[in-house]
């Protein structure tokens, strides 16, 4: 078991009153899996996906990754977990617009305090695992959307994390190269990859082999990714059905 | 450690490629204040080894009588009023040759005294009003380390006769005299003419300011019959050797009070220095004015490290984003902390950095165009770095430690 959410709650506070973005969240995923999490906006998915991160800590539950508690971590400890377990992908790419591509997968082994030859050696590694060798020492405004986010996807691979964890990744992409960043997190998943995605997307839920859906704070459903991705077209037309 | 360091160096180097204007004017402040002290302190400390120097190649075991207080008297206890000290009695020739005949342990004895702001002319030319006429006794130049270039310094006889014969400093020759030969010629004085026998040495400026060689030196009872036979002299004594100049101090001293009528309880009123006790006040003169410069640099520092502050605090909130990367990729507080404190100390570290170079080019320039003696001390250097360094972290360490605390989820948010 990589992954085990028990009771997860994250409560805001909004103008004296309590809001509960998640209200007890179950939820437990292997090593090698590839899940998609898919729910509308504001459905919690963000703050589940910030959680599952360790950017954000529960307000109550348990969360263990790769064998340590998580929820109750200080910020500096949750810093090293993301440093070593995690690998993210975000929607808008986040590289740092003044370092080279090469510079900006090096990042987390920066923090990770290896010496530079390793850096650029394992920064290589991961750059020819997204094809992007020609393209090491441009600027992230001399690359194109879809080789952006190889970039990232290689800055997320260079940390070897036990997760991989993926935020709308298509989302600022055409369809074509969205497709192609897939077939990439496919090919990744094959490698035996642990990959989150998470998405507002039922056509790509429906492509993962497992999908959970979250509404209100809550997963309401949770199997293999079609079926989770028909059920969900089914109750949207459900509920447009009842507006009209 | 030395890893992050350098990672962290390599950062805010490549922040201030990025903004070269903007790092430049925010150093601004911090490069005024350290080329300021640098500058201050270089003159200071060129003033007081020429100055010693100086006092140390006037003749050995020499001291002084004067009316007025030597130089500078900063501080110190009994301080006097100006209206009691004028009106003191003018020391005389009369007390010189009593000082002369009833001190045992002295060896010579020279008058001298002064008139500036003279011009100087020769039938086809003239010098400015700023000319120093020193009138002396034919000892002057053994007890004041005054050397003859060409000619001669006058003697006993011309003096006691009042003869119109002058020695020129190398200024006044040079400027009196660009192509001829000067010994011979005559120069006017007051319209009145003075026959050229001597040229002396070159000496350079006092204090930066006061040229030692823009003078002309006359016989003193031509001087006194020129410019009023009332007038105060100041009185050189050499003792017999280095031993004894405390003892002829004394002997001064008593022959001065007696001659004045002094009774036990009066001050003297009269003052009796050595050239050691010059160097001493000027020594605490250039302290209060290296003092005074570091009020004046420490205001200018603040205004440059409040610079960094402001640049600081532009340059988290611009790349809110970035930290907020940063810390997602697993950078710690502590990390992001000095990755902007570096960056901030190292701006101002490159503007004291400067400010070290200006203020050699500006003592070099000051050596160079104005003639001054200047020498930068090495502790300024070393003060100058610790201080801009320092600077750069009180003022660096809040903005950092804003972006420490920054929230990753919320930053990647941000535009």
Known sequence: ?244 | MIRAFFDNLRLAFGTFVAHPLRTLLTLLGIVIGVSTVMTMMALLEGLRIKVNKDLSQLGANVFRVDKWPQGFRVGGGNRMNWNQIAARPPLTLADRRAIAESCPSVLRTAASSWQPGQRVRTVTTETQPNVFILGTTVEYPDTSGITIAQGRYFNDAEDVDGRRVAVLGPDVADRLFPNIEPLGQEIRLKGRPYTVIGIVERRGKVLGLFNLDNQVLVPMNTFLAAYGKRRTSSISVEAKDAQSVDRAMEEVTRVMRQRRELGPNDENNFEVSTNESSAKSLNELSTVITAATFGVCILSLLVGGIGVLNIMLVSVTERTREIGVRKALGARRRRILAQFATEAVALSLAGGLIGIGLGFGLAALGRWALGLYTAVPTWAVGLSLAMSSGVGLVFGIYPAARAARIDPVEAMRAE
């Open chain 1, 1 to 244: 078991m990589l992954i085990s959410l028990q009771g997860i709650r994250r409560e805001y506070h909004v103008g004296g009153e309590i809001v509960a973005a998640l209200a007890g969240v179950d939820l437990a995923i292997d090593r090698g899996e590839f899940v998609a999490i898919v729910g509308q906006s504001g459905s919690g998915k963000s703050t589940l996906m910030n959680v599952l991160g360790c950017l954000d800590t529960p307000t109550a539950g348990s969360y263990v990754l790769n064998g340590k508690d998580v929820a109750r971590m200080s910020d500096d400890e949750l810093a090293d977990v993301r440093n070593r377990e995690i690998g993210f992908i975000f929607q808008a790419f986040q590289l740092l617009p003044r370092e080279t591509a090469l510079a900006n997968v090096e990042l987390p082994l920066v923090y990770r305090g290896l010496p530079a030859k390793e850096r650029r050696a394992r920064a290589l590694e991961a750059l020819e695992k997204v094809h992007l060798t020609q393209r090491l020492h441009h600027k992230p405004t001399e690359l194109s959307g879809g080789q952006r986010q190889r970039v990232a996807i290689a800055r997320a691979l260079a940390a070897k994390p036990s997760l991989l964890l993926a935020d709308e990744p298509t989302g600022n992409l055409d369809s074509a190269t969205g497709a192609e960043i897939i077939r990439l997190f496919e090919a990744l998943h094959a490698e035996g990859n642990t990959i989150i995605l998470v998405t507002h997307e039922p056509k790509l839920a429906a492509r993962c082999p497992r999908a959970v859906r979250i509404t209100d704070g809550k997963i309401v459903d949770d199997g293999p990714g079609a079926e989770v991705a028909f059920r969900d077209q089914a109750t949207g037309q459900l509920r447009d059905e009842a507006h009209s």
